[in-house]
């Protein structure tokens, strides 16, 4: 019914930037919160940023100052601007979308994309 697709992940050095999509298709009446997600080898999966529909946003304290989360409602669209990267930055990253189809609301997730970042 729903489904996220993200882009924009890959390999990059230390103090460098990626910029993360997220696009949402299907059956939507409305998208409410979308966020984004991490988990690292051997972690459990933590918030990175969320952002309501009005624009309110929320980040995690370690990537404060560092990443801006930004939506287009009118595409369905999330984005996650990454800079300052660092090697703990470094993690799999999930999109995520709380959305209402026909009258249930249900949460959804993309399929990750993978962020490294190395020298």
């Known amino acids: 019914q729903v489904q996220l697709v993200e882009s924009g992940g890959g390999l990059v050095q230390p103090g460098g930037s990626l910029r993360l999509s997220c696009a949402a298709s299907?059956?939507?009446?409305?998208?409410?919160?979308m966020g984004w997600y991490r988990q690292a080898p051997g972690k459990q999966r933590e918030l990175v940023a969320v952002i309501s529909r009005s624009g309110r946003t929320t980040y995690t304290d370690s990537v404060k100052g560092r990443f801006t989360i930004s939506r287009d409602n009118a595409k369905n669209t999330v984005y996650l601007q990454m800079n300052s990267l660092k090697p703990e930055d470094t993690a799999v990253y999930y999109c995520?979308?709380?959305?209402?189809?026909?009258?249930?609301?249900?949460?959804?997730w993309g399929q990750g994309t993978q962020v490294s970042v190395s020298s």
């Open positions: 995520n979308a709380d959305c209402w189809v026909g009258l249930q609301k249900m949460d959804y």
């Open positions: 299907g059956s939507i009446f409305l998208i409410n919160d």
